[in-house]
């Protein structure tokens, strides 16, 4: 099983640590766009138009800097970098042994800078969203698209693939045709007064949970139908179509 989470915008940089070292990355098949794209994002960062490029604001700055600084910076595990709703929920720090281990093995976060990474992957704290079109390179998307989805399938290794990104990471390769029968995706929706809707923090902060829930129990399902039946088993409200799944939330988890 690979469980495939979205980064997150939020991100704690590092106060020590080692520095960028590409080679040193998970998925070294994606070892050439990552140079492409890292290397164009350190030019762009030290131009006038970055912050407009970048979608960043007046305040900030660092976020630029540490962008142009990408291979001087320090790095730390990626499960530690991105410190978004989803992954405070996760919590991956407070994770036994076993489950730590359990993560290091099933859990990957989509990533435009680096295409795909493992959690325990030594990272900086950069600023690039998988909505960008760099300079000279073009959108980022566009250079990740024809390569992540036979890394995809090389890392699901004939098994389930979780797919939990967000639309604009989904953007940077979807599943091959082979993959995508064994690939759940999910919604969250929550439930007030009869009705549902998708609400970005239940839908982030649930997304972690389920994914702690699975990695805490140990499930190893290897299907959309037992990912099901092991949600449910664990209390939660999954309604299936095909391979969409809707986790339905009250408020109560």
Known sequence: MLILLPPSEGKTAPADGPTL????????QLHRVRDQVSRALVRLAGTR???????LGRTQADAIETDARLFEVP??????????????????ASLDADATARADASVA?????????RVGDAIPAYRLSGTVTLPRLGPVAGRWRPVLPDVLDEAADGGLLVDLRSGAYVNLGKPSADLAPRTAT????????GRRTVVSHFNKATKGRLVRALLVEGAQPTTVDELVVAWRDLGWTVEQDG??????????H
């Open 243 to 252: 391979t969409r799944l809707d986790v339905v939330t009250t408020g109560a």
């Open 49 to 55: 138009r970055a912050a407009e490029v970048l979608g």
């Open 109 to 117: 976060v989509a990533s435009a800078l680096f295409g795909l990474v």
């Open 186 to 193: 999910v919604r969250v929706l929550h439930e007030q007064d």
């Open 21 to 28: 070292d590409l080679d040193a990355l998970s998925f070294p």
């Open 75 to 92: 790095c730390a595990p990626a499960g530690s970098v991105y410190t978004g709703v989803l992954f405070g929920e996760l919590d991956l």
